[in-house]
């Protein structure tokens, strides 16, 4: 049987997840990829293998059911078991979005740990509540699986303090107001990947989607984001408008 980690994005009416087997001293080789999307609503389950070929496709849930988080996971956790049984699942690591000051690199979750990520929910309204919703419900469902939590704002935090700063009292930045970045585990990916196709150097990246954000790199490491304290600021976006004048809001109000 072989070693698998399950790894999750947790969102507001989804679950996306994948598998990779657990392979000591290589890169992790993923095995699956899937998604529990309609949440609430509609569900539907569909994953495909490493090449992208459809394994299962399912939608046997009456429209309106109430099928949530911890209820999408126990099934996926089922299908494994029965689908995928090759594969034993020995943890779990989630995608959370931000760490704030505490958390510059993955943490396994206890009581405390959520105890702090759910104080950071202002600063993440979108995303937060959701990550931790997975944790919670996974801990329900499976309490013998340690999990990971792997955070979006962790790659960033090695920036030049200046790159971190506004031109705020000191004593908001000492109370967390602070540029903190996000999208930082698809940067951190790029930055890892990079090599194997030019040299180390400065790079801007893009995280494109309807999130959306740029990362400056020099060998490497994040020294600039587009965003800052939350993850609406930077680039136009699908839902957010990215860098807004403050004059804008008082004019508005």
């Known amino acids: 049987m072989k070693p698998g980690i399950l790894v999750i994005n947790a969102g507001s009416s989804s679950i996306k997840f994948a598998v990779f087997r657990d392979a000591a001293q290589i890169e992790p080789q993923l095995l699956l990829k899937g998604q529990m999307e309609g949440l609430g609503s509609d569900p539907n389950f569909r994953v495909k293998d490493a090449s992208g070929q459809s394994v299962e496709e399912r939608d046997e849930w009456p429209r309106g059911s109430s099928l949530d988080h911890a209820g999408a996971l126990r099934y996926i956790l089922d299908w494994l078991d029965e689908c995928a049984s090759e ?47 997975s944790i919670r419900a996974l801990a329900e469902v499976a309490p013998e699986l340690p999990q990971v939590a792997c955070f979006d704002t962790a790659f960033h935090r090695a920036q030049p303090r200046v790159a971190q700063l506004f031109a705020l009292p000191r004593a908001l930045l000492d109370s967390g107001v602070r540029r903190y970045g996000f999208h930082g585990l698809s940067y951190e990916y790029i930055a890892r990947r990079l090599p194997d196709y030019m040299p180390a ?48 809001v008082l004019y508005l109000l």
């Open 87 to 133: 594969v034993k699942i020995g943890a779990v690591g989630h995608r959370v979005v931000h760490g704030g000051l505490s958390y510059d690199r993955a943490v396994q979750v206890d009581e405390g740990v959520i105890a702090d990520l759910e104080r950071l929910i202002p600063l993440a309204p979108l995303h937060q509540p959701h990550n931790l919703a």
């Open 201 to 248: 150097g400065k790079v801007v990246v893009a995280h494109l989607g309807s999130g959306a954000s740029l990362c400056a790199l020099q060998d490497g490491r994040s020294v600039e984001s587009t965003m800052g304290f939350t993850a609406v600021d930077g680039l136009p976006m699908g839902t957010r408008t990215g860098a807004l004048d403050p004059g804008v």
